[in-house]
């Protein structure tokens, strides 16, 4: 069978770019739209191998608790490819791959997911599976018609579609114009531009032209360059806003002028915040993108690879939307291929959002999920030739850049400063107390690279041939969640005596001077404590720092069983915090309750104030309950507490009885904004009493949190997520 005859109907596409295709006529100041191509015949669904790739989707339907399922594929013997599953949040199933039985429990917030390829399809392939003993089948011909077709059985769903490739492609750059790439040559990477028309409704004015003047700037900086790099890259976030055309097609107005071929990756921007991928193979989200891309490079890729000299390159797309990953489960299984085919060339891997620890809060939830991370970075780890991965995103300061960069398993992970958005502050001055906006040279001789970054003001950083290796087992967090962590039936190292062993801390950005987060084992008052201290960074730059920050803290897992078990452990403020209990700081205790990989308990005893903002994204549904409650913040002595965790979280409708891993994690937090003085506290002596009781501060009974002491984001009009730029509102009256 012709594969993607539908292509000729469209004009010319991404098949233009395979090896061997002609070469490609077109205006470049064009911005036609664009729309995805939907499927029209059989074979139009083939991916390049001529295959027929579908997508299972398994949720619990209404069970907020983890629901056992088996699901069996029953593949006709001459068109078994492959089966691929993807739990994402979800624990590994129990698999028997010689009859493709799985085995796992699913909730229904995270879906588990699968992947099958056909060989030899055709529209009368029977596709026949078995959930829990239910047996379903259907055509790939019904498939194609209906785009998703769905099946519930005993509270579990089961919904299917096909998957496609169009977005995916290896480039041939000549076909873009990218020559002089032999053993020595350079590229441009730009992060995060960020610029648009700031006359458009809903733009931001001032903040999309200081943007659109550094990127000027970012601009000629690589026109300046000699020899010149034989192409730019922009690493995502190519426009500000939600990927509206207009911003669009004034970037490509900025970035034409760049005097080599121009790529494009996809970053969080590029896309409405609220963009949906589902049901079916859902792709409208992308049309502006696409349009941009088309007019600048002729391209039509969110995925794709190519070869400059002795080295492969590989562009990886991260618009940070909910679903995306889930719904794109093939990208990971094209990655591991395309890494195996080049897997005796250098590589370069670029991706919007880091993949590597930066160590302030946006950081954690601002992210691509662990799952994500781990499957990514377990692929680029396999042949040992990935030898870069730049990142952006983080909008972040040169000297931040240098500091968190590192190489995890032979790769150097280095996150770029961007070439037009402001950077966030990490309370530290610039290394030259200049702007950080600027460009990454990438400079090639060989199969030897260095990096180095020029600012607007053309100051330049090499970046060291050789970066600190980043410790795994220090930071578990970082690709482990929670549940996921070591465990035991008891608190171990409960008094600090051996420090922060079997705690588990996240990699926390650390200022060189005044450090806003502290963490220390220390001797107090005749405990062995740990200290944990914030407070709002003292270089400080309004209008980028998200609030609050809640990073600081330490976790460890407890197994649970039948019985009941309660929470001890003494507490003490610092002489400084006792009587500023005022402020928006605080300390907590944050109680995570886990049935397998389904997250069911959800609270916080705090010291202090409290806020709303501890969350995760990738572990929280949003049907638990967040309970709040209230601890003595008024004695400059140590108290006592005992917390029955249990029973202040039974009421709330759900089954807490079946939880097997209780998460204790100790912290202190800052809004980060203002004149709110500091808050330190120290904790010891946490372990597992012996006797259940009421929950108790030095034998005085727990109350719940009130409200007035709770901050959440917006709570005082016209507070915003961003630091410092409610107080220019209030100041100016103005919104921009």
Not at 694 to 723: G, L
Request: charge should be negative; include cysteine.
């Amino acid at each position: 069978m012709k594969r993607r005859s539908f292509i000729t109907t469209i004009g010319t596409g991404a098949s233009v770019f395979l090896a061997g295709a002609g070469p490609l006529q077109m205006d470049p100041n064009s911005m036609e739209p664009y729309v995805y191509p939907s499927p029209g015949q059989f074979d139009d669904v083939f991916n390049q191998k001529g295959e027929f790739m579908l997508r299972l989707e398994v949720k619990a339907v209404d069970s907020l608790e983890p629901a056992r399922v088996v699901m069996e594929f029953h593949i006709p013997r001459g068109n078994i490819g492959k089966v691929r599953d993807f739990p994402f949040a979800n624990e590994r199933a129990i698999m028997n791959q010689e009859n493709s039985r799985f085995e796992l429990k699913v909730g229904k917030a995270f879906p588990y997911i699968f992947a099958v390829w056909l060989k030899e399809p055709r529209p009368s392939t029977l596709f026949s599976f078995s959930f829990n003993g239910n047996v379903e089948q259907f055509t790939l011909a019904q498939l194609l018609d209906e785009q998703e077709l769905s099946f519930q059985q005993q509270g579990i769903s089961v919904s299917c579609n096909y998957l496609l490739d169009k977005e995916i492609g290896k480039l041939n750059p000549e076909k873009i114009g990218i020559s002089g790439a032999t053993d020595s040559f350079s590229i441009a990477i730009l992060a995060d531009p960020q610029g648009g028309n700031p006359v458009t409704p809903k733009a931001h004015p001032t903040r999309m032209k200081i943007h659109n003047a550094f990127i000027e700037d970012s601009v000629n900086r690589i026109n300046d360059l000699n020899p010149r790099p034989v192409l730019s890259l922009v690493l995502g976030d190519i426009v500000d806003n939600q990927g509206e055309k207009y911003h669009f097609e004034a970037m490509h107005d900025y970035l034409k002028k760049i005097q080599t071929p121009i790529l494009y990756a996809v970053g969080n921007h590029e896309t409405r915040y609220q963009a949906t991928f589902k049901p079916g193979y859902h792709m409208a989200e992308f049309n502006h993108y696409f349009s941009a891309q088309k007019a600048m490079n002729g391209m039509e890729w969110l995925l794709y690879s190519f070869d400059l000299g002795d080295w492969h390159f590989i562009v990886w797309p991260d618009p940070l939307r909910a679903d995306f990953f889930e719904t794109h489960p093939h990208y990971f299984d094209w990655l591991e291929e395309d890494l195996h085919e080049n897997r005796d060339k250098p590589t370069v891997f670029l991706q919007h959002v880091p993949a590597h620890p930066i160590g302030i809060d946006p950081l954690i939830n601002y992210a691509e999920s662990v799952a994500v991370k781990r499957m990514v970075l377990d692929r680029l780890a396999t042949h040992g030739n990935v030898r870069f991965i730049f990142s952006g995103h983080v909008h972040i300061p040169i000297k931040a850049s240098f500091k968190t960069a590192v190489s995890y398993k032979g790769m150097k992970m280095i996150n770029l400063p961007a070439a037009g958005y402001r950077p966030r502050a990490f309370g530290e001055e610039e290394l030259h107390g200049g702007p950080s906006q600027g460009v990454l040279i990438f400079e090639i001789q060989g199969k030897e690279a260095k990096a180095y970054f020029k600012t607007v003001t053309e100051e330049v950083y090499p970046y060291p041939d050789e970066l600190p290796e980043f410790n795994e087992s220090a930071y578990p967090l970082w690709l482990n969640y929670k549940w996921q962590l070591d465990a035991d039936e008891e608190i171990k190292n409960g008094n600090f005596a051996q420090g922060l062993s079997h705690w588990h801390p996240r990699y926390v950005y650390r200022e060189d001077d005044h450090p806003s987060n502290r963490m220390e084992v220390k001797r107090f008052q005749g405990y062995q404590a740990l200290y944990l201290r914030s407070e709002k960074r003292k270089y400080h730059i309004p209008g980028q720092d998200r609030l609050p920050q809640t990073i600081n803290h330490v976790c460890q897992g407890l197994l649970l069983d039948a019985a009941p078990k309660m929470i001890a452990l003494d507490y003490c403020l610092d002489k400084q915090s006792v009587n500023l209990t005022n402020a928006w700081a605080g300390g907590y205790i944050w109680l995570e309750g886990f049935q397998g990989s389904v997250k069911l308990l959800n609270m916080a005893y705090w010291v202090g104030k409290g806020t709303s903002q501890l969350i995760d994204r990738f572990t929280d549904q949003k049907e638990i309950p967040f309970l709040h409650f209230q601890l003595d913040d008024q004695m400059e002595h140590w108290q006592q507490v005992q917390l029955n965790w249990f029973s202040d979280y039974q009421h709330q409708g759900l089954d807490i009885s079946q939880l097997d891993r209780l998460v204790i994690n100790l912290g202190t937090w800052h809004v980060n904004d203002g004149n709110s003085p500091g808050f330190g506290i120290y904790f010891s002596q946490v372990r597992v009493p012996k006797q259940v009781r009421e929950s108790t501060v030095n034998q005085r009974r727990i109350k719940p949190m009130p409200d007035e002491k709770m901050w959440w984001m917006n709570k005082y009009e016209p507070f915003v997520h961003i630091a410092g730029e409610h107080r220019y509102i209030m100041s100016t009256g103005k919104k921009h």
